[in-house]
């Protein structure tokens, strides 16, 4: 019934741009938080940035500062600006859409290299 759809990721040099966007397809529900998890081979996955349900905002210590969350709550998306990368951003980036009575619903992933 729900689907996240996440798009954006690609191959950018140290020190340059990516802008992530996630959509989740069924706007009849209501979305209690969304956000970005990130998966680097051999290393934990971890939460990047997010809205919660209570509305905050929280942030990975390596992140604050470089990355910022967005969303656009008629379109039920969601959007991670990325700036300053370093090769320690290379991961799988993982969108998640948390829908009201229902359950978390992940994307597919969408790959970020940072690499000169």
């Known amino acids: 019934q729900v689907q996240v759809v996440e798009s954006g990721g690609g191959l950018v040099q140290p020190g340059g741009s990516l802008r992530l966007s996630c959509v989740a397809s069924?706007?009849?529900?209501?979305?209690?938080?969304m956000g970005w998890y990130r998966q680097a081979p051999g290393k934990q996955r971890e939460l990047v940035a997010a809205?919660?349900?209570?509305?905050?905002?929280n942030y990975a210590d390596s992140v604050k500062g470089r990355f910022t969350i967005s969303r656009d709550n008629a379109k039920k998306a969601v959007y991670l600006q990325m700036n300053i990368l370093n090769p320690q951003d290379t991961a799988v980036y993982l969108c998640f859409a948390d829908v009201l009575g229902r359950r978390r619903y992940w994307g597919q992933g969408t790959q970020v290299t940072v690499s000169s």
């Open positions: 069924r706007s009849i529900f209501s979305i209690d938080g």
């Open positions: 809205f919660t349900s209570g509305g905050n905002t």
